[in-house]
């Protein structure tokens, strides 16, 4: 078997809990898999250890695991096996089910003793869905299971680690070599930074959501952009196979990266929104304050207009259909509508002409309102009926409401204060709470903001919590 790098090393952990930054490893497992120089079968070369952790093991960790805190009182401390543990990862292409998880820990223990640790990191989750697309699962436990593996010692550091070696062993004897190393590089996907950014950019950026920004030589960004991981969207940018022109330019022009963590994909969108439109970066497009966007209403006539943005007062609320970039989209909206539903072009105010049949009765597509032959009565109602779909609801409450959304690891939570539709800002403590519910900016309608609260709201509005 000739494995997809010259030396891998299958790592697992056990730890006192799921958040990096402030839980401990409790043991530490490595299978360090080396290809031989004379082309025969790899060389495995098995080491675990117990590791103190200096703080009390949860009981739930406890009966999880096994793991006690009589067992770890008198193991060696991380800063003891530091050194074995890069010995022992040195050089090789570092491999775990989940890694984000494994990687993100001995990231933070190698830095309390005052080290870096960086490594290239290929995460078996992510292999096997990649190679088994159709699996609904993709846990250890479902490929112990799915490829007989046998896992004795599961919840223990080298027992898990030995299942995701034999988890590859399998994956050589099913499918062909070449099927996972074009896996693994198209999951490693090493960036090409440019040479005018530090060859460490990327360890300063973290792994979870958030905003970046990417800076040329003047203040304002060049580009901003959004992702659940920032680390890995980032880095996708400088890939070898540039995605898109504006990545070649970005590449070309970037000389400084800024990025702004968010609690979840929600608050990142918000700011990204916010960030688009007040700094009009030169590379961003889609968000950019479209001027010419707006909600449609049914006017007393019955003919549908388009209100601008700019023409919602204060009080106004954000209600109608749409929403709309602009009144050309509109327009399409509505031509679509009297097709599919015998509507009358002249009472839409799709035409001008003022007597005989309007185009759609000409094509047999009108119901015949602009002939008398339906009243304009029963022509409204059935356009009501046609634009339900697209009806924006009335903001549900008096004031504003809260969506509250929390980091995975527990490390941030954000509230995002809403009202009609729009968003007030983002309070990361109490007090930043209170000084927007006491003094709220005036809501501003935003084409991507509602059209993000609507999504939501549809999806989950038990998210949704009123003030008060």
Known sequence: ?????????????ETTGTRAAGDRVTEIGIVRVDADPGGGAPRADEWSSLVDPGVPIPPAIQALTGITDAMVRRAPTFPAVADEVARRLDGALFVAHNARFDYGFLKHEFARTGRTFAAKVLCTVRLSRRLHPLERSHGLDAIVERH???????????????????????LYATHPEEAIEAAVRRLLRTPSLPPQLPVDVLDGIPEG?????????????????????????????????????????LSAEIRRIEVQPTAGELGALLRESMLVKTLMPAHNRALRRKAGAGLMRLGEDGAPALVAAAAL???????????????RAMRDTLVALARDHALCWRRLGLERRAQGPCFGRMVRRCAGACEGSETPQAHDERLRSALAPLAIPRWPWPGAALVREAAPDGGRVEVHVLRDWCWLGTARDDGEL?????????????????RLLLRLWAKQPSAFVPVR
């Open 434 to 450: 209170a000084l927007l519910l006491e003094a709220p900016p005036r809501p501003a309608f935003d084409l991507d903001v509602t």
């Open 313 to 327: 007062g204060e009080t106004d609320a954000i209600a109608g259909y749409g929403p709309f970039a602009t009144k």
């Open 1 to 13: 078997m000739r494995l997809f790098a010259p030396a891998v090393a299958f790592v697992d952990l």
């Open 148 to 170: 007989a593996l046998g896992c004795p010692d599961r919840h223990r550091a080298l027992g898990d680690a030995r299942a995701v070696w034999r988890f590859v062993q399998a």
């Open 209 to 249: 959501p958030g905003v970046y920004l990417f800076y040329g030589d003047n203040p304002l960004p060049l580009y901003v952009g959004k992702s659940r991981g920032l680390r890995e969207r980032v880095a996708a940018h400088f890939s070898g196979d540039w995605r898109s022109e504006t990545d070649q330019r």
